[in-house]
């Protein structure tokens, strides 16, 4: 479905950025990765699914870099016509406790990314008439925790941001919609998962099932593959006039 097509996915290297990678590349998309950590094992399985991979190691908070990643997408594959902003990072901590340099890397990374990378990625989607820009948002970009103000924060602007873009390019063949993930069971959260047993003094088993049920009334994890499958679907021409939406997979989180 998305044969010929390229895709750039932030933070893919890990977590639902690579199971987002995973399924465009499995209806055909090229790839271009990014994030930390562990590069080839990831660019690997991507491969394995028949397209061709590229890396471009961009930080999310430099704006510059990440202008570099779209122009390295368009130079080495011909074009950019779906962008996924996923890269995302978390801190917990009390408003009067959260270090005010974590505050700006969480809003850089989590929502000034998406309008750098949607801003050099436009003119070319513009010039085509077709494009996918989806904005992995959270359930915390509809709703709100306490202990999270700069995610949550970064998280409904992104929301907003979503519908800007969407708007603009309402004419278009360009579409722009967040997906709001409940928990992943990611590295992301796993470090909350950790905190939790080592607080509680409980095991890692007890710990998921506590922070499952504080939120999360299926006590389920969503997994990226089934946020892979959304994201194909906001791809396919079926989503061809679904603009602005933010499609909360979550377990019922936000129902409550
Ligand atoms: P993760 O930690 O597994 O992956 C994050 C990815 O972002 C990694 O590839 C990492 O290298 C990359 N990254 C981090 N900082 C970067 C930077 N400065 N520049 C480039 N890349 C950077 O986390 P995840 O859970 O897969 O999170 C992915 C996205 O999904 C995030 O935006 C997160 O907010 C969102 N999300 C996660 C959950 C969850 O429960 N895991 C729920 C809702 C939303």
Redesign the pocket.
């Known amino acids: 479905m998305l044969k010929g097509k390229t895709a750039i996915v932030?933070?893919?290297?890990?977590?639902?950025?690579?199971g987002l990678a995973k399924a465009l590349a499995a209806q055909g998309a090229n790839i271009v990765m990014?994030?930390?950590?562990d590069i080839e094992g990831p660019k690997t399985e991507i491969a394995a699914l028949g397209v061709q991979v590229s890396y471009h190691g961009?930080?999310?908070?430099k704006p510059d870099e990440i202008e570099a990643m779209v122009r390295h997408g368009e130079t080495t594959f011909g074009a950019v016509d779906i962008l996924v902003n996923?890269?995302?990072?978390?801190h917990v901590a009390r408003i009067e406790n959260f270090p005010p340099e974590r505050w700006d890397a969480v809003i850089a990374?989590?929502l000034s990314?998406a309008f750098h990378a949607s801003r050099f990625a436009l003119p070319g989607m513009l010039a085509r008439n077709w494009g996918r820009i989806i904005n992995?948002?959270?359930?915390?970009g509809l709703v709100a925790s306490a202990e999270k103000s700069a995610?949550v924060a970064a998280?409904h602007g992104l929301v907003g941001l979503t519908k800007v873009t969407a708007l603009e390019n309402a004419t278009t063949g360009i579409t722009c919609n967040a997906i709001?993930?409940?928990?992943?069971?990611?590295?992301?959260?796993q470090k909350q998962v950790d905190a939790k047993a080592l607080g509680l003094g409980v095991s890692n088993a007890e710990a998921t099932k506590l922070l499952l049920g504080e939120k999360e009334p299926s006590l389920q994890f969503?997994t990226?593959e089934e946020l892979g499958a959304l994201a194909v679907f906001l791809c396919s021409s079926a989503a061809n006039n679904v603009r602005g939406v933010a499609w909360n997979m979550d377990g019922g989180w936000a129902a409550q």
């Open positions: 932030t933070g893919s290297t890990s977590g639902i950025g690579l990014n994030g930390f950590g961009a930080d999310m908070s996923n890269a995302g990072i978390q990374i989590n990314s992995v948002a959270s359930v915390h995610y998280k709001c993930p409940g928990w992943v069971l990611t590295p992301l959260v969503t990226p």
